[in-house]
Nanobody, 117 residues
Framework: QVQLVESGGGLVQAGGSLRLSCAASGSIFGINAMGWYRQAPGKQRELVAAITSGGSTNYADFVKGRFTIFRDNAKNTVYLQMNSLKPEDTAVYYC???????????WGQGTQVTVSS
């Protein structure tokens, strides 16, 4: 089992920045990749960014150049640095971990990000 705890959401004006954190605990050695997803009201959950255990990253087109995913292995924590935020970035952001080659899929509780215009 892997437990994921997110933090760092909040209210920010358009153009501002936020940093989300996701701390992993439990059976973390089996994790292959971690990522951030988001879900806005009335919309499907979508991938924002992901990072593999090897350090490779992947970003959705709508955040390229604005968001950065990175990790601190010593703290078992993955971060999402969000710059140049737009009102359309408003959503609940969820941390995800994939383990054992995709056999297990873990989710955090979500953190609200609201960007005002």
């Amino acid at each position: 089992q892997v437990q994921l705890v997110e933090s760092g959401g909040g209210l920010v004006q358009a153009g501002g920045s936020l940093r989300l954190s996701c701390a992993a605990s439990g059976s973390i050695f089996g994790i292959n990749a971690m990522g951030w997803y988001r879900q806005a009201p009335g919309k499907q959950r979508e991938l924002v960014a992901a990072i593999t255990s090897g350090g490779s990253t992947n970003y959705a087109d709508f955040v390229k150049g604005r968001f950065t995913i990175f990790r601190d292995n010593a703290k078992n924590t993955v971060y999402l640095q969000m710059n140049s935020l737009k009102p359309e970035d408003t959503a609940v952001y969820y941390c995800n971990a994939v383990a054992q080659g995709g056999t297990y899929d873990y989710w955090g509780q979500g953190t609200q990000v609201t960007v005002s215009s």
